[in-house]
């Protein structure tokens, strides 16, 4: 699935997004562990993009790993990219928005199953829409 890019200034994107928003998502900064209201979150739903509203994750592939950050087994299928992260003394992978970019968080390998992946997420990156009627 090839999903059209969406390119904004920084100023455009200071305007859409809350200062904290911007650091994480256009900044690639971490939100402080167990600060997401959306790592205790298990309603029924789909978490998108704050940055775009580009569904990411659905419920179902959600788990409680115990790191204080929302984390899935697996992506809605194309909507994340990644990249290689080697900040903080560190080789990481870094997930982001395959529509505009912004930064997720990262993925592991240390995920149940059927994946086997960890894609621990900052909350503040994601915004949860439940499912309709629910």
Request: hydrophobic letters at 30%.
């Amino acid at each position: 699935m090839m999903i059209e890019k969406i390119n904004k200034t920084d100023e455009e994107w200071k305007a859409l997004l809350s200062p904290e928003e911007y650091r994480i998502l256009r900044r690639h900064g971490t939100e402080m562990s167990c600060s997401s209201p959306l790592d205790k979150s298990h309603g029924a739903g789909e978490y998108r993009c704050a940055g775009c509203g580009l569904p990411l994750f659905r419920s179902t592939a959600k788990f409680n790993c115990g790191t204080g950050w929302p984390s899935f087994f697996e992506p809605v299928s194309g909507a994340v990219e990644t990249s290689t992260d080697s900040s903080h003394g560190m080789r990481r992978t870094e997930v982001h928005c395959a529509r505009c970019d912004g930064h997720l968080g990262h993925v592991f390998e240390d995920g149940p199953r059927p994946t086997g992946l960890r894609y621990c997420m900052n909350g503040v990156a994601l915004k949860f829409v439940p499912e309709s009627g629910k």
